[in-house]
């Protein structure tokens, strides 16, 4: 489950700092600014991935940038303001790779690796809900490019939304199950292998295959297969064959017959 949130901070000035229109109030004191909203923006993602998001303090920031934490607000008025133009900067950044073909399918693959690369790149962004998104030119120009997947999928514009957040989702939801494993390994001081080498002697006692025979046929055969219970990069090119045969079943199912208006006896 997500831990922050975007979009909780004032939205007038969320939008004015997200579009770049943001002017210190009438009559405003505070430090003289010398950096730029920009500057401020690239070292707070800078500190959430070297530390994560819950490293990205006001006063951290502050330290980071060389300048009093008062000054700070010069530029952005709180932490929830600076998430979102976090996010919207990476949106903005996010590298779009070439598709293997020019068809619906392998667009929508490419925006599937696309995003999943921007989550492996900034693990933070596991940690943030964006069911209301930043909508700044970051967020838009990415929502533009990946409703382009779909310009000869037949599907109507419900549709593509509809099909667009069924993948995202599906992405957002790996990268959620690979960062807890990354958490749980450094807490263990483990590999996914190595700890479920140490307790393989254990649940073999445990697993009985008389009581339990699926699953200890099924878990063994998996476990052979990664080296561990849950292999991330397994699960995402498997899950994402599976998401775009499903949208293909949509895309090339054939349109309702109309029904011929009944004539009177």
């Known amino acids: 489950m997500a831990s922050h949130r975007s979009s909780g901070g004032d939205p007038t000035r969320t939008l004015e700092l997200l579009w770049r229109e943001a002017t210190p109030a009438k009559g405003q004191r505070g430090p003289k600014q010398t950096l730029t909203v920009d500057a401020v923006v690239a070292a707070a993602v800078e500190l959430a991935d070297a530390e994560g998001l819950d490293a990205v303090t006001m006063r951290a920031l502050a330290g980071k940038l060389g300048i009093a934490p008062m000054g700070l607000y010069t530029y952005v008025p709180g ?37 999943r690369d921007l989550f492996t790149a900034h693990a933070w962004l596991a940690d943030v809900s964006t069911t209301r998104p930043p909508l700044g030119p970051g967020q838009l120009s990415k929502y533009e490019y990946e409703l382009c997947a779909f310009e000869d999928s037949g599907l109507g514009d419900v549709e593509q939304d509809a099909a667009l957040t069924f993948v995202l989702g599906f992405v957002e939801s790996c990268a959620r199950a690979a960062s807890d494993q990354r958490a749980t390994q450094l807490e263990s001081k483990m590999s996914e292998e190595a700890w479920w080498q140490a307790h393989a002697p254990l649940l073999s006692r445990m697993s009985d295959p008389e009581r339990y025979p699926t699953a200890a046929r099924v878990g063994t055969a998996a476990g052979v297969a990664h080296g561990a219970a849950y292999n991330p990069e397994y699960a995402f090119r498997f899950g994402l064959e599976r998401v775009l045969d499903g949208l293909a079943a949509l895309v090339e199912k054939p349109p309702p017959r109309k029904r011929r208006p009944r004539t009177a006896p």
């Open 79 to 115: 932490r929830a303001e600076l998430l979102d133009l976090m996010l919207d900067a990476l949106y903005a950044g996010m590298a779009r790779r070439k598709p293997k073909a020019r068809d619906w399918r392998s667009r929508l693959e490419a925006v599937a690796h696309d995003n």
